[in-house]
């Protein structure tokens, strides 16, 4: 099975940074990043010390429902070039991650959630993907539960 690591898309980043509103219905915050762990949800590269980025809510799915999460990003205040792919993301440097398979109704598949190893993220990605219940994988941080990236099938 090949995976690809899925950044947020364009078009909903170049909504936001165009001073679109956020899932909660504000105005992206405009801060400067210190160079210590501002991952861009879109390049998926870390935002470089010094450069202005947005910090704003995001819910990663189409509609909002009970399992439709939204949290705090990162993304890069100026344009920057969609990244993504089948290797891991640059933006993963943490040594480890919460993986979770969600169905075609964008609900939790129960039992696919867990803390892993950055190591072993497109293994346990793989498996939850071998289940035909699971869609789609969402890897979100393991001390803040912030979204990092979608991971599917290709």
């Known amino acids: ?34 160079g210590d762990g501002n991952p861009c949800r879109h390049c998926l590269k870390m935002i470089p010390e010094g450069a202005e980025m947005l910090v704003l809510a995001h819910r990663p799915f189409p509609a909002p429902q009970p399992y439709a999460e939204l949290g705090p990003i990162f993304l890069c205040a100026d344009e920057c070039e969609a990244g993504g792919g089948a290797a891991v993301p640059e933006v993963l440097e943490s040594p480890d991650y919460i993986i979770r398979g969600y169905g075609a109704d964008d609900r939790i598949v129960y039992g696919t959630g867990s803390v892993v190893p950055t190591v072993r993220i497109t293994a346990e990605a793989e498996v939850r993907l071998a289940d035909p219940r699971v869609s789609y994988v969402h890897v979100r941080s393991a001390r803040n539960n912030c979204y990092q990236v979608r991971i599917d099938r290709q």
């Not at 099975?1 to 105005?27: C, W």
């Open 1 to 34: 099975m090949t995976l690809i690591f899925n950044p947020i898309p364009t078009a909903i980043v170049r909504a936001y940074q165009a001073g679109g509103l956020d899932a909660n219905g504000q105005v992206p915050e405009r801060k400067v990043s210190d």
